[in-house]
């Protein structure tokens, strides 16, 4: 029998990647079809093996998820239940920084290849007449590497997918506060399924909505921090696309 | 000034010189059918118009038109989305109770398996400078060709 790849977006602390193991387990035994799980930590690495057809179901962020349904005849299967994607940029406790507007141009900024947290953190550097012309952008790969920047005095501000900020250990948060935070609402991860799995997306997607119902499958939504999945349809999904391309420059 | 609702019905805003700032970090998004009727909007886009839910749906962007806004403007984006072009701008809306707030728009068109099924309008907080470029911008053009 042939064996699939599942890949999830490497914008995830390890506590959220432990319960995607515990959900692959699942997976294959809902579909009774081997699935290997393939975890990346860069986006390029990924984004590589995309364009080389070697993924075949994917939670997505929202950027790669319009590249992916474009480009490589992906379909959106589900997004998670109550939760959207939100970024923040942060500051050290000791900046003299208060609000966006006090930012200057030559400011700092640490970030990773996460790119709609790298395009909604620029979104908010916008009201205070910074962009990517006239501001210092170091990116990293990991957002425990943007802390680590903050906390060492190489740059000013970092931006942060909210729910990487609240993972970050007490320690390392404490010294930071948030400047600002997006209430965006509607732009969300993913799970998009590839040419090769459309087979088995009814079958997948029955067994998804009904994970929260069940006790094994509520326990593995608890690991991976959800509460359930909700339909994604297909104009939802060209809904966030069109969102996503408003906000590109 | 006279609104009218899609159910007829219309009342007169007095528009006052009060401007509400818009919120960090905010999207506002809604989405029209192809003449401008509005059939989506979010949480952020009631709470900065001062209208319901109810009052948007169905009734036409143009709303929002402040009477200081230059109908060159909001020819220039007509003319941008219907050729299927993104268009970008900045706006001064005008509120439910009269007063204004200022966005950076974009407006895209949506289109399904080859057809323009409506647009999608996502507004953001602008600068401050771009703000008073336009204010300065759109008064002159108002003086050059009076609407």
Same mark, same amino acid.
């Given at each position: 029998?042939?064996?699939?790849?599942?890949?999830?977006?490497?914008?995830?602390?390890?506590?959220?990647?432990?319960?995607?193991?515990?959900?692959?387990?699942?997976?294959?035994?809902?579909?009774?079809?081997?699935?290997?799980?393939?975890?990346?930590?860069?986006?390029?690495?990924?984004?590589?093996?995309?364009? @080389?057809?070697?993924?075949?179901?994917?939670?997505?962020?929202?950027?790669?998820?319009?590249?992916?349904?474009?480009?490589?005849?992906?379909?959106?299967?589900?997004?998670?239940?109550?939760?959207?994607?939100?970024?923040?940029?942060?500051? @050290?406790?000791?900046?003299?920084?208060?609000?966006?507007?006090?930012?200057?141009?030559?400011?700092?900024?640490?970030?990773?290849?996460?790119?709609?947290?790298?395009?909604?953190?620029?979104?908010?550097?916008?009201?205070?007449?910074?962009?990517?012309?006239?501001?210092?952008?170091?990116?990293?790969?990991?957002?425990?590497?943007?802390?680590? !920047?903050?906390?060492?005095?190489?740059?000013?501000?970092?931006?942060?997918?909210?729910?990487?900020?609240?993972?970050?250990?007490? @320690?390392?948060?404490?010294?930071?506060?948030?400047?600002?935070?997006?209430?965006?609402?509607?732009?969300? !991860?993913?799970?998009?399924?590839?040419?090769?799995?459309?087979?088995?997306?009814?079958?997948?997607?029955?067994?998804?909505?009904?994970?929260?119902?069940?006790?094994?499958?509520?326990?593995?939504?608890?690991?991976?921090?959800?509460?359930?999945?909700?339909?994604?349809?297909?104009?939802?999904?060209?809904? =966030?696309?069109?969102?996503?391309?408003?906000?590109?420059? | =000034?006279?609104?009218?609702?899609?159910?007829?019905?219309? &009342?007169?805003?007095?528009?006052?010189?009060?401007?509400?700032?818009?919120?960090?970090? $905010?999207?506002?998004?809604? &989405?029209?059918?192809?003449?401008?009727?509005?059939? !989506?909007?979010?949480?952020?886009?009631?709470? =900065?118009?001062?209208?319901?839910?109810?009052?948007?749906?169905?009734?036409?962007?143009?709303?929002? &038109?402040?009477?200081?806004?230059?109908?060159?403007?909001?020819?220039?984006?007509?003319?941008?989305?219907?050729?299927?072009?993104?268009?970008?701008?900045?706006?001064?809306?005008?509120?439910?109770?009269?007063?204004?707030?200022?966005? $950076?728009?974009?407006?895209?068109?949506?289109?399904?398996?080859?057809?323009?099924?409506?647009?999608?309008?996502?507004? &953001?907080?602008?600068?401050?400078?771009?703000?008073?470029?336009?204010?300065?911008?759109?008064?002159?053009?108002? =003086?050059?060709?009076?609407?």
């Amino acid at each position: 029998m042939q064996t699939y790849t599942l890949s999830v977006s490497p914008d995830f602390s390890p506590e959220h990647l432990s319960g995607w193991f515990i959900f692959n387990t699942w997976l294959q035994k809902s579909l009774a079809t081997p699935f290997h799980l393939e975890l990346y930590d860069e986006f390029e690495l990924q984004r590589r093996d995309i364009q @080389l057809d070697k993924i075949d179901l994917i939670y997505a962020n929202p950027y790669d998820a319009a590249m992916l349904v474009r480009e490589k005849g992906f379909q959106a299967v589900a997004r998670p239940a109550s939760t959207s994607d939100e970024a923040v940029i942060a500051v @050290l406790n000791s900046s003299a920084c208060l609000s966006v507007d006090d930012l200057k141009e030559g400011v700092r900024v640490a970030t990773t290849h996460d790119p709609d947290v790298h395009m909604m953190g620029m979104i908010m550097l916008e009201p205070a007449d910074l962009d990517r012309s006239n501001v210092i952008v170091t990116p990293v790969h990991s957002y425990v590497i943007v802390a680590k !920047h903050l906390l060492n005095g190489q740059a000013d501000i970092g931006f942060f997918l909210k729910d990487a900020f609240h993972d970050l250990s007490d @320690l390392i948060r404490s010294q930071m506060r948030v400047l600002v935070e997006s209430q965006i609402d509607v732009i969300h !991860h993913t799970l998009l399924a590839g040419p090769n799995v459309q087979h088995l997306i009814p079958q997948l997607l029955d067994n998804l909505l009904q994970m929260q119902d069940d006790i094994k499958g509520k326990a593995v939504l608890e690991s991976m921090q959800m509460t359930g999945w909700l339909k994604m349809e297909q104009e939802d999904t060209e809904f =966030m696309i069109d969102l996503i391309d408003t906000l590109i420059e | =000034m006279f609104i009218t609702y899609h159910d007829g019905s219309s &009342r007169e805003i007095t528009v006052i010189d009060q401007e509400v700032p818009y919120p960090d970090g $905010k999207l506002i998004v809604s &989405r029209t059918d192809t003449t401008g009727v509005i059939t !989506h909007a979010n949480q952020a886009f009631i709470e =900065m118009s001062g209208y319901s839910l109810d009052e948007l749906i169905g009734i036409n962007h143009n709303i929002l &038109r402040h009477p200081d806004m230059p109908a060159a403007a909001f020819k220039d984006l007509w003319v941008t989305i219907q050729s299927g072009k993104k268009w970008n701008g900045y706006v001064k809306n005008l509120r439910k109770d009269g007063a204004f707030y200022w966005v $950076k728009a974009t407006v895209i068109p949506n289109i399904r398996n080859g057809e323009l099924m409506g647009y999608t309008s996502v507004r &953001r907080k602008p600068s401050r400078s771009k703000v008073d470029a336009c204010t300065a911008l759109y008064a002159q053009m108002k =003086m050059d060709v009076p609407s």
